[in-house]
């Protein structure tokens, strides 16, 4: 039986199937898939849903994920249509959109902006719907496997312990990281870090037009800021800075948020008649990666084994793609288990994959010759489609992107090198600050 506010039994079930630890989108997906191919799932969320959680732009590449999973229509009642995403440059408009239509494959040429709070419910709520045993307010704080099962322990928000066995363990549990940090495997990233402070302001101007949905981007000395439309005159807005610069103010968290997002003037002239609304939150040292992703009857999916940074609104896509991959690989080893290794052995190459696609460029975004290509695109060869396919999500695939983006690479390098002076000093900054360490942020823990 299952349990949505813990209110109908007081502990999951015994032993299943399969045993989902996170309720967010990377737990929700691979639980709804792995149910539907007929095993028995019990999903543990340490929360309960409704909950606020930072990570609000959606990418195209979601969309037939959203399909699959049979809400594609309800994530669309309850989002902001975004067409693309725009940075600022000395253009008429004061911006440069790359829009998600002039993709090299604009199959899917639009995403949503959507609020994570109703995003996660609906999630959650379609799993159950699909067979999972879906349980709230259970945090789970150990795993043991053993030669045919898995167990989990944890405790109920009433106090109350609880013990579930399994033939398999899905870690989804985000910045939590279960396995992770059990089995010490979560290393903080060494060439890049980041903090943030963020909140939903009310009253903010929004781009003209087609463009009204889009996220903006704004770079500023310390790093960068997003800004996403939402329902109801809703916009989220994130500063992500170096964690010196955090950890160097003398204001509250609300004054010093508007003291940074002040000290940009294109972006403070759309929020002269905006406030606050709420979710002001503050969090840092959020990138990292486990030295393994998979292990005898284990596996994690999304930010459980690492993040690199918000920049591209890639952390719920990841989470779900790799949600799907990770129930094709669950369903395979439960059926053949001596093909486990093999199966897990593609799932870890395919992410890692991914990810050093998109940390190349995180990593590199605040430079300035990142700065001076992002302002004068140019779309010889296609490469301005392949970076617009990129922001997309579309890093996985076999389809000209791969080619133009190591091109675009290349020509980045010239680019710095006309600059080698400021490139280096910037480089070096980056260097000192992934050593730096933010603490007492207000933000939760969960990833996607």
Same mark, same amino acid.
Not at 39 to 46: A, F, G, P
Not at 245 to 264: A, C, E, H, P
């Given at each position: *039986?299952?349990?949505?506010?813990?209110?109908?039994?007081? !502990?999951?079930? &015994?032993?299943?199937? %399969?045993? @989902?630890?996170? #309720? =967010?989108?990377?737990?929700?997906?691979?639980?709804?898939?792995?149910?539907?191919?007929?095993?028995?799932?019990?999903?543990?969320?340490?929360?309960?849903?409704?909950?606020?959680?930072?990570?609000?732009?959606?990418?195209? *590449?979601?969309?037939?994920?959203?399909?699959?999973?049979? !809400?594609?229509? &309800?994530?669309?009642? %309850?989002? @902001?249509?975004? #067409? =693309?995403?725009?940075?600022?440059?000395?253009?008429?408009?004061?911006?440069?959109?790359?829009?998600?239509?002039?993709?090299?494959?604009?199959?899917?040429?639009?995403?949503?902006?959507?609020?994570?709070?109703?995003?996660?419910?609906?999630?959650?709520?379609?799993?159950?719907?699909?067979?999972?045993? &879906?349980?709230?307010?259970?945090? @789970?704080?150990?795993?043991?496997?053993?030669?045919?099962?898995?167990?989990?322990?944890?405790?109920?928000?009433?106090?109350?312990?609880?013990?579930?066995?399994?033939?398999?363990?899905?870690?989804?549990?985000?910045?939590?990281?279960?396995?992770?940090?059990?089995?010490?495997?979560?290393?903080?990233?060494?060439?890049?870090?980041?903090?943030?402070?963020?909140?939903?302001?009310?009253?903010?101007?929004?781009?003209?037009?087609?463009?009204?949905?889009?996220?903006?981007?704004?770079?500023?000395?310390?790093?960068?800021?997003?800004?996403?439309?939402?329902?109801?005159?809703?916009?989220?807005?994130?500063?992500?800075?170096?964690?010196?610069?955090?950890?160097?103010?003398?204001?509250?968290?609300?004054?010093?948020?508007?003291?940074?997002?002040?000290?940009?003037?294109?972006?403070?002239?759309?929020?002269?008649?905006?406030?606050?609304?709420?979710?002001?939150?503050?969090?840092?040292?959020?990138?990292?990666?486990?030295?393994?992703?998979?292990?005898?009857?284990?596996?994690?999916?999304?930010?459980?084994?690492?993040?690199?940074?918000?920049?591209?609104?890639?952390?719920?896509?990841?989470?779900?793609?790799?949600?799907?991959?990770?129930?094709?690989?669950?369903?395979?080893?439960?059926?053949?288990?001596?093909?486990?290794?093999?199966?897990?052995?593609?799932?870890?190459?395919?992410?890692?994959?991914?990810?050093?696609?998109?940390?190349?460029?995180?990593?590199?975004?605040?430079?300035?010759?990142?700065?001076?290509?992002?302002?004068?695109?140019?779309?010889?060869?296609?490469?301005?489609?392949?970076?617009?396919?990129?922001?997309?999500?579309?890093?996985?695939?076999?389809?000209?992107?791969?080619?133009?983006?190591?091109?675009?690479?290349?020509?980045?390098?010239?680019?710095?090198?006309?600059?080698?002076?400021?490139?280096?000093?910037?480089?070096?900054?980056?260097?000192?600050?992934?050593?730096?360490?933010?603490?007492?942020?207000?933000?939760?823990?969960?990833?996607?």
């Amino acid at each position: *039986m299952s349990s949505t506010d813990g209110s109908v039994e007081a !502990v999951p079930p &015994a032993e299943s199937d %399969i045993i @989902v630890v996170g #309720g =967010g989108p990377a737990g929700c997906t691979a639980a709804t898939l792995l149910a539907r191919r007929g095993w028995s799932v019990t999903l543990l969320e340490k929360g309960s849903h409704p909950r606020f959680h930072i990570g609000e732009s959606l990418l195209p *590449m979601n969309l037939p994920i959203l399909e699959r999973l049979g !809400v594609l229509d &309800a994530v669309a009642a %309850i989002g @902001v249509r975004k #067409g =693309g995403a725009d940075f600022p440059a000395p253009t008429t408009e004061g911006y440069n959109a790359f829009r998600f239509d002039r993709a090299l494959d604009s199959t899917w040429a639009h995403a949503y902006q959507v609020r994570r709070d109703e995003f996660d419910t609906l999630l959650f709520q379609n799993a159950l719907a699909n067979g999972v045993g &879906a349980w709230q307010g259970r945090r @789970v704080t150990t795993f043991a496997t053993g030669r045919d099962e898995v167990t989990v322990e944890g405790i109920a928000e009433s106090g109350q312990p609880f013990r579930c066995k399994a033939r398999y363990l899905v870690d989804a549990t985000g910045r939590d990281t279960l396995v992770g940090s059990q089995l010490r495997l979560k290393r903080k990233n060494p060439r890049h870090q980041s903090a943030a402070i963020f909140a939903h302001f009310r009253g903010v101007e929004r781009r003209p037009g087609s463009d009204a949905g889009n996220i903006s981007i704004y770079r500023y000395d310390q790093g960068w800021v997003w800004l996403i439309p939402l329902r109801d005159d809703i916009t989220s807005i994130g500063a992500v800075c170096w964690p010196d610069y955090l950890k160097g103010r003398r204001t509250g968290n609300r004054d010093f948020l508007l003291q940074t997002l002040r000290s940009i003037p294109n972006l403070w002239q759309r929020m002269e008649h905006a406030e606050i609304a709420g979710n002001l939150h503050a969090t840092g040292n959020y990138s990292y990666t486990c030295t393994r992703i998979s292990g005898r009857r284990w596996i994690m999916a999304g930010d459980s084994y690492g993040f690199v940074d918000p920049i591209f609104s890639s952390g719920v896509y990841l989470a779900m793609h790799g949600a799907e991959a990770v129930a094709d690989v669950v369903d395979g080893a439960l059926r053949d288990p001596g093909y486990e290794r093999r199966l897990q052995r593609a799932y870890s190459q395919q992410i890692r994959r991914g990810l050093r696609t998109l940390s190349w460029f995180i990593f590199r975004f605040t430079s300035p010759a990142m700065r001076k290509l992002f302002a004068a695109p140019r779309n010889d060869l296609q490469l301005e489609q392949a970076m617009i396919s990129m922001l997309a999500g579309d890093v996985f695939r076999n389809n000209g992107v791969a080619w133009r983006l190591r091109v675009f690479k290349l020509i980045y390098v010239v680019t710095a090198l006309g600059d080698l002076k400021e490139q280096a000093r910037a480089y070096f900054f980056r260097r000192r600050q992934a050593r730096a360490v933010f603490t007492g942020g207000t933000a939760g823990q969960d990833g996607a």
